[in-house]
């Protein structure tokens, strides 16, 4: 009795999902049809605004374009698609610019991703929903969108060129104006004493770069001081003692050279120590009587 049940059961669920599924096609059925009469009904059919069919450039009235040959496009294309060559002019102020010279599209291998336009940063380029690509030979595909010839340089106005020509005087005398800072300043060098500067000396040196008076004062003063230290030297080695001095001594003098008061300090010591040597000598001379 249930196996009979189960039967019944599940041919009524089936019949039921018969009639669902003939739902769909019985009202497909009784619809009307409509035929597209393509290519006759080119001019007035509709195709989504959405749909990606073929890279172009954005013209304006003028025939002008926005790109910058910046190459974000050709640099994110997955594939290759995208080839930007450029160009450098001259402008009308001496500079350099670059320029877009031929742009080429690869219909062929374009995925229609859309990354190019995404990244473009002046909207320079667009996808249109021309779908009629179809060509006979593969050649055809690549397209250069840059069809329309380049436009000249516009030219400056009066109000432009007085301008430039008010930064370029600006710019020339600010040359000469540091050309003879540096002259001021290598002549100022050229009077440097011939003393030898420590850092200190460097750094009030440096500091007074800009003040050829200041500079003037502390090199006279560098000047009198290195003076006033060999006029102390020279007074040090009048006044040594005439002791003989062995090669340690010698050197030790020479390396205090710079240093009168350390020099001074040495001869000291020398005398002293001659001093109780000629003392120790004569008390073994009495001894020794």
């Avoid at 995925?111 to 996808?127: D, G, M, S, Y």
């Avoid at 240093?259 to 005398?271: G, N, T």
């Amino acid at each position: 009795m249930g196996s009979v049940k189960d039967y019944f059961s599940s041919l009524g669920k089936g019949i039921s999902s018969l009639v669902k599924g003939l739902e769909v096609t019985g009202k497909e059925f009784v619809t009307p049809k409509i035929t597209e009469r393509y290519p006759e009904n080119r001019d007035h059919m509709n195709v989504s605004q959405r749909f990606r069919a073929c890279l172009e450039f954005v013209y304006d009235e003028e025939g002008n374009h926005k790109c910058i040959a910046c190459g974000s496009c050709e640099r994110m294309c997955p594939n290759g698609t995208i080839a930007v060559e450029t160009k450098m002019v001259d402008t009308w102020d001496g500079k350099k610019k670059k320029k877009l010279d031929r742009y080429f599209y690869d219909l062929g291998s374009c995925t229609f991703c859309q990354l190019c336009v995404q990244v473009c940063p002046t909207h320079a380029i667009r996808f249109n929903n021309d779908f009629e690509q179809a060509v006979f030979e593969r050649s055809k595909l690549l397209k250069q969108l840059n069809y329309l010839p380049e436009k000249p340089e516009p030219q400056p106005t009066p109000e432009q060129i007085a301008k430039f020509e008010a930064e370029k005087q600006a710019k020339i005398e600010a040359a000469k104006a540091a050309a003879a800072a540096k002259k001021a300043a290598e002549a100022a060098a050229g009077a440097e004493p011939a003393v030898e500067l420590d850092e200190k000396a460097r750094k009030a040196l440096e500091a007074a770069a800009d003040d050829p008076e200041k500079q003037a004062k502390i090199r006279a003063a560098l000047e009198k001081a290195a003076k006033l230290k060999a006029e102390r030297a020279a007074k040090a080695a009048s006044e040594a003692p005439a002791v003989e001095l062995d090669e340690k001594a010698k050197k030790a003098l020479e390396a205090a050279a710079g240093d009168p008061e350390k020099q001074a300090k040495i001869r000291a010591a020398l005398e002293k120590a001659a001093k109780l040597k000629a003392e120790r000598a004569a008390k073994a001379a009495g001894e020794a009587k």
